[in-house]
């Protein structure tokens, strides 16, 4: 169950509810976050004055956390949650749309490549009858590695879901309450956000923004951390792997039929004595190789089930400031 929308933000001597909770999953990012603060409020006493600014630390070990803590300090629409220890930026997000009190929720980074004056667009975007605005990079201001990446894991996101929902991946969105609500009903160990949101086809609308480079520090999303995340979309969401184990098996059996009958055919009609240690040893090698390939993808899976049964918490919260 999510926390109804309780929380006040002062104005003068009146209490407002928060209309808007901006959620920034920060790990190790000193060097950004002053500039990130700054433009962040710039752009919601603007656009929507009643807010909330809601930062996970995830278990960073710059610094970081001081200078949330500071932010907390001296401004009350400010909230800060912090990790007992790095759990990943899915559980970052997660614990800041819990911990939120808005009916509105906006995602963003805290890297600053989507910035913040970008936000006014989502909420404009987000009629009456639209629950879920997510984002299109106009031009991605990235290391060649870094775009490959992320246009590997699309393409194997497209390549899971199919023609069954509209895939997007973006990590800047924004939504209402009812769609985090829908999220806290799926019970799956392995949660990536953007696509549970993309799977239950809430109403959505998607808009072009900028994507900027980053000012400072290294990405937290390097090539094979991408690659990391692909290999979780494909076993979190998908039986695709299985399939493809049934095909090599089928696969293998086919080859292993027309091996013989093309060793019959040269044996009895063309006289002709292949070698039995050399077919043998292709043979063997060839199916060794499919069947250690199938125990990895069934391990795979059963990781996954075992850690289901474990039914850890997706995060633990060392405090909140509030």
Not at 53 to 58: K, N
Not at 113 to 121: G, L, M, V, W, Y
Request: net charge neutral.
């Amino acid at each position: 169950m999510t926390k109804p929308s309780t929380r006040l933000s002062l104005r003068g001597e009146k209490l407002t509810p928060v209309k808007v909770s901006v959620v920034i999953p920060v790990f190790n990012e000193i060097g950004i976050l002053q500039e990130l603060y700054e433009r962040l409020t710039a752009v919601m006493e603007n656009c929507e004055p009643h807010y909330e600014l809601v930062f996970v630390d995830d278990g960073s070990t710059d610094g970081s956390y001081d200078t949330l803590k500071f932010f907390r300090e001296n401004d009350e629409r400010v909230k800060v949650v912090r990790f007992t220890r790095n759990f990943g930026q899915q559980a970052a997000v997660l614990a800041g749309f819990r911990e939120s009190t808005g009916p509105v929720m906006v995602q963003i980074d805290s890297d600053l490549q989507n910035p913040p004056e970008e936000i006014p667009k989502l909420l404009d975007a987000m009629t009456e009858d639209i629950d879920l605005v997510t984002t299109i990079i106009k031009k991605r201001n990235d290391g060649l590695m870094r775009i490959l990446g992320s246009r590997l894991l699309l393409w194997l996101g497209k390549l899971v879901s199919g023609n069954r929902f509209e895939l997007n991946l973006s990590s800047f969105r924004a939504f209402r309450r009812s769609v985090l609500e829908k999220i806290e009903s799926c019970t799956d160990r392995s949660r990536y956000l953007a696509v549970l949101m993309s799977w239950m086809a809430v109403p959505s609308v998607e808009i072009e923004v900028e994507h900027h480079p980053r000012p400072s520090g290294d990405t937290k999303y390097p090539f094979l951390n991408l690659v990391k995340l692909a290999w979780d979309l494909i076993t979190g969401y998908s039986n695709m792997p299985l399939r493809l184990v049934t095909y090599m098996g089928i696969l293998g059996a086919g080859i292993g039929f027309c091996l013989t009958l093309f060793l019959l055919y040269q044996r009895f009609v063309n006289g002709i004595l292949v070698d039995g240690l050399v077919v043998m040893c292709a043979v063997f090698a060839f199916f060794a190789g499919v069947q250690l390939f199938s125990i990895g993808i069934l391990g795979e899976y059963l990781g996954r089930v075992y850690l289901q049964v474990q039914s850890r918490p997706d995060y633990i919260i060392e405090k909140v400031l509030d």
